[in-house]
T-cell receptor
């Protein structure tokens, strides 16, 4: 089946630094990737939709200058949390929609970010 | 905006008992999907329902999509400890629209 990887799986950083998270579709082409954020015991909240070769579409309330998204190829999207603060600590999950199966999203394993 | 409500938030059952989680949307959905997230894990796709009144089964799991395409349910027969996790429903308003997730139902199973 379709596999999505995320790197890193865990990251601890100091306040004020930037963190880049990679999301890769390993065995399929993903024209669209999604970035979610999940707080403990909460549901997934869509942050942005990333389309290959174009600008990401951000959900209301998500700062595009703080959460930079790049989708340079059909298999890779990156999320950069700029000038991270403790309140940015969360579980970030990406998902990818396969070009040939637009109805299904495959989720990556997630990245746990802790900002000290 | 579009909301997807899911109940109950938590469910504790004895192993062997049945379990049901319900999902309701304020608007008609194009399709609804169900995901399972194990503790510490990521959501894993279970199934998608598209047709009005559709019923699908996966072993002990039965998924239903309402006639009005506004509600859905997941029923697990004779729960096992391996069923532990949080079950999320997620709906889309358009055929390739973004998923709107419910808050999930956390299932715990006592052996």
């Amino acid at each position: 089946g379709a596999v999505v990887s995320q790197h890193p799986s865990r990251v601890i950083c100091k306040s004020g630094t930037s963190v880049k998270i990679e999301c890769r579709s390993l065995d399929f082409q993903a024209t669209t990737m999604f970035w979610y954020r999940q707080f403990p015991k909460q549901s997934l909240m869509l942050m942005a939709t990333s389309n290959e070769g174009s600008k990401a579409t951000y959900e209301q309330g998500v700062e595009k200058d703080k959460f930079l998204i790049n989708h340079a190829s059909l298999t890779l999207s990156t999320l950069t949390v700029t000038s991270a603060h403790p309140e940015d600590s969360s579980f970030y999950i990406c998902s990818a929609r396969e070009l040939k199966r637009q109805e299904t999203q495959y989720f990556g394993p997630g990245t746990r970010l802790l900002v000290l | 905006g579009q909301q997807v409500m899911q109940i109950p938030q938590y469910q504790h059952v004895q192993e062997g008992e049945d379990f049901t989680t319900y999902c309701n949307s304020s608007t008609t959905l194009s399709n609804i999907q169900w995901y399972k997230q194990r503790p510490g894990g990521h959501p894993v796709f279970l199934i998608q329902l598209v047709k009005s009144g559709e019923v699908k089964k996966q072993k002990r799991l039965t998924f239903q999509f309402g006639e009005a395409k506004k509600n859905s349910s997941l029923h697990i027969t004779a729960t096992q400890t391996t069923d532990v996790g949080t079950y999320f429903c997620a709906g889309t308003k358009r055929s390739q629209g973004n998923l709107i997730f419910g808050k999930g139902t956390k299932l715990s199973v006592k052996p």
